[in-house]
């Protein structure tokens, strides 16, 4: 054991800061690789290698566990099997630990701190194809103390009463068990725990007022779940407490002011209480109970034993750097003589009771090998027009790696690509895309374009930055999410524009999903197709058809009204004929939700000024139910524009332009009605078209878009109904004002 500054820990924590693995995970890295030794002449091919620069964390009948930094300050977990077998790296929670006790069992802790550990999972590191035990404590209101086995643990339960008690809990498949073990004090506190040995553990706990705790040590019989022998101990069972034991002895750690750190130890048969001052608490001190023997050192002393019966002292390495003990009652020391060299050493009790001490490890040069341990990729990633994006990340052995990252659209072949050189922290590397990726156009022009929604194939591969080895490779899926956009034709998220041009071809223009330098941008345009000529009102009407994408409503010059369903790849599926009779209208607008019914509705005007409502059945047959007559004196209207819930009443909203270019607004009252019209302002006959566009700049209100020969322009909403909008740039039709006919 190993004693440092005011506090000690009952064994060797080691600590990986790690990201959790992501549901979206399809390959897990290689949990085991061999070690490779270093040359020949430093490494013995016969024993197992103690990693150089390495420490040791703990010991059990099999093997050890050791943990070392690189130079960025990775940490890496090693089990070595004694046997001279695979070597596996081990990992934690990130703010979690490891902690390999005698038994074999690695603890494996979720952040928490040894003290106050609920969650964990239990190990056999003696066979590494047997099931991980995973044990949470929450439900019996539990900490652990220590593990037994590779299902059980001794646990600290709380009682309401905030009393405590000890227990063995027990997990066997899916039902986990709990027996509270007899013979303790019924105050006894704050429990700590030794390595198990031949079925018992010797166990510190506190009793008394919290201002005045007393110690207490008991042996407790493991199966029987009841105490066999108890101590008294001038400290508690928290601060300053190692336990051990062997066949005869019983021992812990004290500290007095002017003695230091003391080892105190018990005889288990007669009694005997003796004191082995080891010194300042300011060095680091390790001791072990090897039968009758106490083996400790210092970062100053050599490794020695003193007999506890008669007080002979032995030398036994000329150094130490780390100890721990196994449940068969032996020490296992990091350090080095001269006649060994440096390594591991088995320290045992000979045959006539004396330690002896046996070289079970070289200290050699450990290759950690490239893998991608874990990863960061969720299955559902919703991006919206206020998010920063989608985090991923990989967390490698290595920090001198680079990795190449590639998601790729599993419909349309879209792709993203970006090379991580350097780890965020530790070993993670990591980056946060925001949704975007490059197309280049037909000609060659590159264009930053929003991702579409979808599922995406997400590669990782990872190489050493000095060419060696083998590359180690990660795969994952995750699907793009987010919120409907009715103007979205592509399924990227961000509005699409229609626009009809002098010659009847139709075409649409993506603007981006996030205002840039203060605009609206476009990212490209894209020619749908000709003949749109043969209408006389083209509409966005959103999703009509019960379909996922936006719709688009055309009435051509015998007042047939045709359907186009959006297919969501920024084309429209063969027109479907849906109504004939709307020559009647000389205005249309449609997409808001006039009803709040949760389906967008239409609106026309007649020549004699009456207002039709048209409200959306859901169905790509019939998308509009029977017309009702709102009102009359619309003829005073030369625009119609459907833009949504601009004013934050009960449903969508209309504005309406007259003659003088006054722009008027009326609320929808929920109910295909409107409150009376209120004006916005005058000047708007500048522009020839309006068009509702949804929300352009990700603040939940949607937006309109203003188009005319002296420029187009985005209308942002404030939500006010005494002034709803305010200006703003765009590149949209930049210099186009009169290309259009028909924007949509």
Not at 203 to 210: F, I, K, L, N, S
Not at 235 to 254: K, R
Not at 693 to 698: C, P
């Amino acid at each position: 054991m190993q004693f440092r500054s005011t506090r000690l820990a009952l064994a060797v924590t080691a600590v990986l800061t790690v990201t959790a693995v992501g549901a979206g995970t399809l390959a897990t890295a290689p949990a085991a690789f061999a070690a490779t030794a270093a040359p020949a002449g430093q490494v013995a091919a016969a024993l197992p290698v103690f990693p150089e620069g390495s420490q040791l964390a703990g010991v059990g009948a099999t093997g050890f566990l050791t943990f070392s930094f690189d130079r960025s300050g990775n940490k890496t977990l090693l089990w070595t099997p004694f046997d001279g077998g695979t070597a596996t790296r081990l990992q934690a929670p990130e703010g979690g630990g490891v902690t390999v006790v005698g038994s074999d069992v690695a603890v494996i802790r979720e952040a928490g701190g040894t003290a106050g550990t609920r969650s964990f999972a239990l190990r056999n590191m003696a066979d590494p194809s047997a099931p991980v035990v995973d044990i949470d404590l929450g439900a019996l209101n539990g900490n652990y103390v220590v593990a037994l086995s590779p299902t059980s643990v001794l646990a600290q339960v709380t009682k309401e009463d905030g009393t405590a008690e000890l227990h063995v809990v027990t997990k066997n498949g899916t039902t986990t068990t709990s027996r509270e073990v007899s013979g303790l004090p019924a105050d006894a506190t704050e429990f700590t725990g030794s390595t198990v040995r031949d079925g018992s553990v010797l166990v510190g706990y506190a009793t008394g007022p919290e201002s005045a705790r007393t110690g207490g040590r008991a042996l407790i019989d493991v199966a029987a779940g009841t105490v066999s022998e108890t101590y008294s101990a001038a400290e508690s069972g928290y601060d300053f407490t190692s336990l051990m034991f062997s066949g005869s002895h019983v021992a812990w750690l004290d500290y007095t002011v002017g003695t230091g750190l003391y080892v105190t130890s018990v005889d288990r048969g007669t009694g005997e209480e003796r004191k082995s001052v080891l010194g300042s608490r300011s060095h680091e001190w390790y001791a072990q109970l090897v039968g009758g023997w106490l083996v400790y050192g210092g970062s100053e002393t050599p490794l020695r034993a003193v007999s506890l019966a008669t007080g002979e002292t032995r030398h036994l390495l000329d150094h130490v750097s780390g100890t721990a003990g196994s449940g068969d009652g032996t020490a296992v020391v990091s350090g080095g003589r001269a006649t060994d060299g440096e390594g591991l050493f088995r320290v045992a009790a000979g045959a006539d009771g004396t330690p002896t001490v046996t070289k079970v490890a070289e200290t050699g040069t450990v290759v950690i090998p490239l893998e991608i341990d874990q990863t960061h990729v969720p299955e559902v990633a919703e991006l919206g027009k206020t998010s920063a994006g989608v985090t991923l990340g990989w967390k490698l052995s290595r920090a001198d790696a680079s990795v190449d990252v590639t998601l790729t659209h599993i419909a349309t072949g879209a792709e993203f690509t970006k090379r991580l050189t350097d780890p965020e922290s530790g070993t993670l590397f990591s980056f946060t895309w925001d949704g975007v990726i490059e197309e280049v156009d037909a000609a060659g022009v590159v264009r930053s374009v929003d991702a579409p929604n979808g599922k995406y194939a997400v590669e990782a591969e990872a190489t050493l930055r000095d060419g060696s080895g083998e590359p180690a490779y990660q795969g994952a899926f995750m699907n793009i999410v987010r919120a409907y956009n009715p103007h979205d034709f592509n399924d990227n998220g961000s509005t699409d524009v229609l626009a009809r041009d002098a010659g009847g071809v139709l075409w649409r223009d993506d603007l981006r999903n996030h205002p840039y330098e203060g605009r609206i941008v476009t990212s490209k345009s894209t020619r749908i197709g000709g003949g749109w000529g043969a209408y006389k009102q083209i509409e966005a009407v959103g999703n009509v058809g019960g379909a996922a994408h936006g719709d688009v409503v055309a009435v051509d010059g015998s007042g047939v009204q045709w359907l186009y369903l959006g297919k969501g790849d920024g084309t429209f599926a063969p027109r479907l004929n849906v109504g004939t009779g709307w020559q009647a209208y000389n205005k249309t607008a449609a997409g808001s939700d006039l009803d709040g019914d949760g389906r967008p509705d239409l609106v026309a005007t007649d020549a004699a000024g009456s207002l039709w409502f048209y409200k959306g059945t859901g169905s790509y047959a019939k998308p509009f139910a029977p017309r009702v007559r709102v009102g009359g004196g619309w003829q005073a209207y030369n625009h119609l524009t459907a833009v949504g819930n601009i004013a934050g009443m009960a449903a969508g909203d209309l504005v309406a332009r007259d003659t003088a270019g006054i722009l008027w607004l009326y609320q929808g009252d929920g109910r295909g009605g409107f409150a009376p019209r209120m004006p916005i302002g005058g000047g708007w006959n500048a522009f020839t078209q309006l068009v509702g566009a949804g929300d352009l700049d990700g603040d939940g209100r949607p937006d309109m878009i203003a188009y005319g020969p002296g420029g187009t322009y985005v209308y942002r909403s404030t939500g006010s109904v005494s002034g709803p909008f305010t200006r703003q740039a765009t590149d949209l039709y930049a210099l186009q004002g009169t290309r259009y006919n028909s924007v949509a």
